[in-house]
């Protein structure tokens, strides 16, 4: 009995670092939406600069999610979390004492570059603990702990930076320093990376295997789901607060506004994590990406604040579970011996959209450019996602009485552990 329960603990222990790594992350991508709002007031920023904000933390991200995938398959997975847990905490708690915009920008491509490289490895970690037929729910449930971060970044943003200023939110950011210490501790490797034999294939032949025959159509249909998925969040998201006040909402009234927004990103993941598993990963990021889509517009026409918050609400529902859904549906695509570095291609794909969405508010604001129609692009990048899953995705669920035989088709053991 006491050999049995090893590895539930094992598996508890990854999902919970990898699960806190989330949170924090979470909490730097949500804190910097609040201050940026801050910002523009305090430092007199342009609509274009304070785009740059999100934009440069994208760059920084999109290169992080390249090397961060090869190395994993390459070293092991938990090595690199834990260095880009360290890279982006720590780079998070100096970026406090900045005391220009530029200075700023320099420390905000640093976190990026640790950020991009922490998501795609600790997704990649939990997927290759758990059975293929429970791999979509528990990388869902793991995306959850992102929302768990973007409620705390509200939090401090409605109630410590108006007396602390933005400065202690960003030290605050930098507590997950302390994780990447705890993380050195008996935590175990994936099963697949430490019992495969270890070949020392290069980035471009990794590359290769990505655009190989077997791969080429799974490959464009997720980089083209990463690029308008993240477009889209990152254009809505890190502006949603600065477009509550240039809607004449009080600074801080927004960010309580916006944190009952944010509420709903729980349920939008729990509700996402169950359905995958019932009804499949596909139809799910389909139906979901649709009704962001509609909720999108709802928010940019909303006349009165009950329907503002109410379409802001939606909102976060629903695209919540299709990032949580595309992170497990992106996992799901790959072989053990290049899923990180695949995983790690197509977050970069989606940091381009990263880099993008941000720099586009900002120039369309700039140009006064209404709400209705910025919204209306984003509505379109939602449609034009779900059309690419719709031609050229293909199903990924796997029922248990199929498990030995996705098992098979993987090319490594997977931990048959009951998460």
């Not at 933390?57 to 834990?82: E, S, T, Y």
């Not at 009950?306 to 996992?331: D, E």
């Amino acid at each position: 009995m006491k050999a049995s329960n090893a590895k539930p603990v094992s598996f508890r222990k990854i999902f919970v670092v990898a699960g806190l790594s989330w949170v924090f992350d979470a909490m730097d991508v949500g804190l910097i939406s609040f201050i940026a709002a801050a910002l523009i007031e305090e430092w007199h920023l342009t609509p274009q600069q304070a785009g740059w904000i999100g934009s440069i933390n994208a760059v920084g991200m999109l290169i992080g999610a390249i090397v961060a995938g090869f190395l994993a398959d390459r070293v092991g997975r938990v090595k690199v979390l834990m260095y880009t847990v360290l890279l982006f905490s720590l780079s998070s708690g100096i970026s406090a004492f900045a005391t220009t915009f530029a200075v700023f920008l320099f420390l905000r491509f640093f976190i990026g570059l640790g950020l991009g490289g922490e998501l795609p490895v600790a997704s990649t970690l939990v997927a290759e603990n758990v059975p293929p037929h429970k791999r979509g729910r528990m990388v869902v449930l793991l995306e959850s702990f992102w929302a768990v971060g973007w409620i705390i970044s509200a939090v401090i943003a409605y109630f410590i930076m108006p007396i602390w200023g933005w400065r202690s939110a960003l030290i605050i950011g930098a507590l997950p320093a302390l994780l990447g210490f705890y993380m050195r501790i008996g935590l175990p490797d994936s099963p697949v990376f430490r019992t495969r034999e270890k070949t020392k294939t290069s980035f471009i032949e990794n590359l290769k295997n990505l655009w190989s025959p077997k791969n080429a159509r799974s490959t464009a249909m997720l980089w083209i789901l990463w690029l308008f998925v993240m477009f889209s969040y990152h254009g809505m998201f890190l502006w949603l607060p600065s477009i509550m006040v240039m809607k004449g909402y009080a600074l801080i009234k927004s960010f309580g506004y916006v944190l009952l927004m944010t509420l709903t990103q729980l349920p939008g993941f729990y509700s996402a994590a169950w359905l995958v598993e019932k009804v499949g990963r596909k139809i799910v990021l389909i139906t979901y990406l649709v009704m962001a889509a509609i909720s999108a517009i709802i928010f940019a026409n909303a006349e009165t604040l009950p329907m503002l918050i109410a379409g802001g609400m939606a909102l976060s529902f629903f695209y919540l579970g299709v990032t949580g859904t595309t992170y497990a549906y992106t996992t799901d695509h790959y072989d053990n011996e290049i899923r990180a570095t695949g995983a790690g291609m197509a977050n970069a794909a989606g940091r381009v959209g990263a880099i993008l969405g941000p720099m586009v508010v900002g120039y369309l604001v700039a140009a006064n450019i209404s709400f209705t129609v910025i919204f209306s692009v984003f509505f379109a990048s939602c449609l034009f996602a779900a059309l690419n899953v719709l031609i050229l995705g293909k199903e990924t669920r796997v029922r248990k009485a199929d498990e030995g035989e996705q098992i098979m088709l993987n090319q490594g053991p997977i931990n048959q552990t009951n998460p």
